[in-house]
């Protein structure tokens, strides 16, 4: 692998196992009891709790057992709270861990399981507390496959103690910085070399192609070694809970290469194929598309030729139609002109006619006008002599009816006169300053008699017809 006169596999495989080798060692307490309890000196204060606070001999401080692994997904470190004071203490553990709780002289723990807390005598009493979340181990196997090749396959494998009554007899949890990563370091081993197992009897490509024959493998053998088998081996206590292959990937570059080649040379193959049917189409479209845009180009000269025979022929008609219309024209106009002459001539003799005739008539008009100008004076003058002559014989007539009229007055007359003349005496006479009235005695029948004849006077002249048959 690079370097023909050097064994870098060689160098892998003796690096891990010095690796290896230093990490199996125990990492013990400093204080050198087998308690997996570490105690320093100012131990920290859990999160969202108050510090502890020293009351005299009634003290409270917390211990912590185990700092974060190294393994990734490793639990964290767990914090247990030992209260009270000497022999009379008392140890508080998480929820989420498990606990050994054994004394001096018990041949059996007094306590055991997840998260119990008890009473605990430092002289005689000793306890193991364990994470009990689940772990995560991260596998990179360098492996020789079939073909004598180098493999780097990454996989990943969890898991959770089930049965810490077993666990805590088998498995070494004593490291006061991290309890759980000997276990990790030794499924780790074990998950490697199963996975070395198996690709040892396959295939490069079996390898890259298919990885669940490796996760069958891998799971049958943790389960086996961490759950137990079917005759009755209780195993590790530990469970399974789920194993992985996440990648596969050859060492050498050349190789990798060499196996990617047949597929990229394939892909070519079939891109420049593609390349070529797609030029061969692009080909044959664009010569149809250059034949089709000729067609089109030569069908719309065609088409132009055409229309523009058409308008030129339109225009030829449209301008011999105008010629003949303006020679038409022309002709009916000077035949218009023609006519409006010869009306215009006979007009003017019609004119003429018919100024000579009237010429005419006025002579005879004015001559009748004359004539019966003579008539009428000498009809006025004979009806002024007869007018004069009535009026005189009217006036004769008038004349002599006044003097028939005054030869026939009698007493009657003259008071009906008087009466109807009296009120225009009456406004002519002077007002009177005073008025007196005197009573006279005597006989009054004569002033009966007269206004009698005063009243019939005044019926007579209310008539006028009879009036004027008394005046005849």
Avoid at 140 to 162: D, F, H, K, S, T
Avoid at 326 to 338: G, L, P, W
């Amino acid at each position: 692998m690079g370097n023909p006169g050097k064994n870098t596999y060689l160098d892998q495989v003796v690096a891990q196992q010095s690796a290896l080798e230093d990490d199996l060692r125990a990492r013990r307490s400093p204080s050198g009891t087998s308690v997996a309890v570490a105690a320093p000196a100012a131990a920290p204060t859990p999160a969202g709790a108050p510090p502890p606070r020293p009351r005299g001999a009634l003290g409270k401080r917390a211990e912590r057992i185990g700092a974060a692994p190294q393994q990734a997904g490793g639990a964290g470190p767990v914090e247990v709270w030992v209260t009270g004071y000497w022999r009379r203490r008392t140890v508080l553990v998480p929820p989420n861990a498990f606990v050994v709780h054994t004394r001096r002289g018990r041949k059996e723990p007094l306590h055991i399981g997840l998260g119990v807390s008890f009473r605990y005598n430092p002289s005689t009493d000793a306890y193991l507390v364990v994470p009990g979340a689940m772990q995560t181990i991260l596998i990179n196997a360098y492996c020789i496959c079939r073909e004598l090749q180098g493999v780097l396959v990454q996989g990943y494998v969890q898991w959770i103690i089930e049965d810490f009554a077993t666990a805590y007899r088998k498995l070494d949890f004593s490291d006061a910085e991290e309890p759980m990563r000997l276990v990790n370091i030794q499924l780790r081993e074990q998950a490697e070399a199963a996975i070395k197992d198996k690709v040892s009897t396959m295939g490069v490509r079996d390898v890259l192609s298919d990885k669940q024959p490796i996760i069958e493998e891998l799971t049958a053998r943790l389960r086996e070694v961490a759950e137990g088998s079917a005759d009755g081996d209780r195993g590790l206590g530990l469970r399974i809970v789920t194993v992985q292959i996440k990648e596969a990937v050859v060492s050498s570059g050349t190789l990798w290469e060499n196996l990617q080649k047949p597929y990229r040379t394939e892909q070519n193959q079939l891109a420049r194929l593609a390349e070529l049917q797609a030029q061969e189409v692009i080909s044959a479209r664009e010569t149809q598309a250059h034949r089709a845009a000729e067609e089109r180009r030569i069908e719309n000269e065609r088409e132009l030729a055409e229309l523009r025979a058409r308008h030129e022929s339109a225009r030829f008609d449209r301008e011999t139609a105008e010629r003949m219309r303006r020679t038409t024209r022309e002709h009916d106009d000077e035949r218009a002109v023609a006519e409006l002459a010869n009306q215009t001539a006979l007009h003017a003799l019609r004119l003429e006619r018919e100024k000579h005739a009237e010429q005419v008539e006025n002579l005879r008009l004015r001559e009748e006008l004359r004539r019966l100008e003579l008539d009428a004076e000498l009809a006025l003058d004979e009806a002024r002599q007869r007018s004069e002559h009535e009026g005189k014989m009217l006036a004769l007539d008038r004349a002599r009816r006044r003097v028939d009229n005054d030869n026939a007055q009698n007493e009657a007359n003259v008071r009906a006169a008087l009466v109807a003349n009296l009120p225009e005496i009456v406004s002519k006479l002077p007002a009177p300053a005073e008025l007196k009235t005197y009573q006279l005695g005597g006989d009054l029948s004569g002033l009966g008699a007269l206004l009698a004849q005063f009243t019939a006077l005044l019926e007579s002249w209310s008539e006028p017809g009879k009036g004027e048959e008394r005046a005849g």
